[in-house]
């Protein structure tokens, strides 16, 4: 069966400080790969999406950034972090299927960063 | 551009009542739509999908939802509301490779 490893759940970085956020699923090849952001009363911000190794759509201008180094790894970065990018980050994967993903997404558990 | 509007931010309902969670869609074309529900500080899980063929779909945990294309609704329906249900509920549209999520709606079961 597919599984989906978000770490680390919890994060206090300070403002300024680097961020890496790692995604792993296992049990499938060739996921679209997402990151979502939940802040407070925003709901589900989509961040980042990947259809394929070195493949990274951006959906919101911002200081952070992702990569896929293998094809059911994903990772969100930041070289400098602000107080705005605290919040609840999910990562999710869905099976590519045909030209329109019109599967479910997957979800992981989150990871909650806090920027003081 | 695709979106999606939850219009009630937070509902609260007695236990045993039931429940109607509202979602309109804006998609150009045919719509995949989904209603995933989130317990607090956990990931989120698929309650019920549509893509196509009868417009009452049935879910998980006694949901159901039923897909209007002339009211471009996709609402969220249990006819008999448990506490376990608390939790907040998003409504998704699908649109090239990605979802795109509502603002959520966060429901308050009361004993």
């Known amino acids: 069966s597919q599984t989906i490893h978000q770490w680390p759940a919890t994060l206090v970085q300070p403002v300024g400080s680097p961020l890496s956020l790692e995604c792993t699923v296992e049990?499938?090849?060739?996921?679209?790969l997402y990151w979502y952001r939940q802040a407070a009363g925003r709901g589900l911000q989509l961040l980042f999406y990947?259809?394929?190794?070195?493949?990274i759509s951006s959906e919101v201008p911002q200081n952070l950034s992702a990569s896929r180094p293998q094809d059911r790894q994903f990772i969100l970065s930041s070289k400098k972090l602000l107080l705005s990018d605290s919040g609840f980050y999910l990562c999710?994967?869905?099976?590519?299927?045909?030209?329109?993903?019109?599967?479910?997404?997957?979800f992981g558990e989150g990871s909650r960063l806090t920027v003081l | 551009a695709q979106s999606v509007t939850q219009p009630d931010i937070h509902i609260t309902v007695s236990e045993g009542a039931s429940l109607e969670l509202r979602c309109n869609y804006s998609?150009?074309?045919?719509?995949?739509l989904f209603w995933y529900v989130q317990s607090p500080g956990q990931g989120l899980q698929l309650l019920l999908k549509?893509?196509?063929?009868?417009?009452l779909v049935q879910g998980i945990k006694g949901f159901e939802a039923e897909f209007k294309r002339s009211q471009s609704s996709f609402n969220l329906r249990k006819p008999s509301v448990h506490w376990s249900d608390a939790a907040e509920y998003f409504c998704?549209?699908?649109?090239?490779?990605?979802?795109?999520f509502g603002t959520g709606t966060r429901l308050q079961v009361f004993p």
């Open positions: 999710a994967w869905s099976r590519r299927a045909g030209k329109r993903n019109t599967g479910e997404l997957f």
């Open positions: 049990g499938t090849s060739n996921p679209n």
């Open positions: 990947s259809v394929g190794i070195g493949q």
């Open positions: 998609y150009g074309a045919t719509p995949y």
């Open positions: 549509y893509f196509s063929g009868d417009t």
């Open positions: 998704a549209v699908g649109a090239a490779d990605k979802l795109i």
